[in-house]
């Protein structure tokens, strides 16, 4: 990623930034208003695209700013029965870092794995791709603006009461 590991884990998991290069999300929130997630918190994410009818809660089980976050779905979100995913950051360089993103799900019904799991991996294959390179581009274009906002706004929540969930 073309900004270091900070800004990049700012820009994924700070809703105001997401919303701006996100396009697996048309909308994600942490409940109880949070500006990001912490360890323990849940999100509801809603779809995007042609992935706007799916809509999962996960609820953070790590989240390590600026090295790691980690999610598993609360419930169930067709097709998904199970769903869980985490990212490690790593400096590279002064301005530069790699994110490392590694999920793992289930399908179901259970009937139909054998025709859906294949179909879900792809597409959440290219989908995953796609995210993560606008991911890269916003950076290209805005990781100074979210730097100079870390700056300003003092950033590094790390739990519930931190980030103003009472």
Same mark, same amino acid.
């Given at each position: 990623m073309p900004a270091s590991l900070d800004v990049v884990f700012d820009a994924f998991h700070y809703h105001q930034w997401? /919303?701006?290069?996100? *396009? @697996? $999300?048309?909308? &994600?929130? !942490? $409940?109880?208003?949070? =500006?990001? =997630?912490?360890?323990?918190a849940v999100t509801e994410n809603a779809g995007a695209g042609m @992935?706007? *009818?799916? *809509?999962?809660? &996960?609820?953070? !089980? *790590?989240?390590?700013?600026?090295?790691?976050?980690?999610?598993?779905? $609360?419930?169930? /979100?067709? =097709? +998904?029965t199970q769903w869980a995913a985490s990212m490690r950051h790593r400096a590279t360089a002064p301005q530069e870092s790699v994110l490392v993103y590694t999920y793992t799900f289930e399908v179901g019904p259970a009937a139909l794995r054998w025709l859906l799991g294949p179909l879900v991996a792809? !597409? +959440? /294959?290219?989908?995953t791709r796609r995210? +993560?390179?606008?991911?890269?581009?916003? @950076?290209?274009l805005h990781a100074e603006e979210v730097r100079l906002w870390q700056q300003r706004d003092t950033v590094a929540p790390t739990h519930g009461?931190?980030?103003? $969930?009472a």
């Open positions: 997401r /919303a701006r290069w996100d *396009s @697996l $999300v048309s909308a &994600t929130h !942490v $409940v109880g208003g949070a =500006p990001c =997630p912490y360890k323990g @992935l706007r *009818s799916l *809509s999962m809660r &996960t609820q953070f !089980v *790590s989240y390590d700013r600026p090295h790691v976050a980690a999610a598993a779905m $609360v419930g169930q /979100a067709f =097709p +998904f792809l !597409v +959440f /294959a290219q989908q995210r +993560f390179a606008r991911l890269q581009n916003f @950076l290209a009461a931190e980030a103003g $969930v």
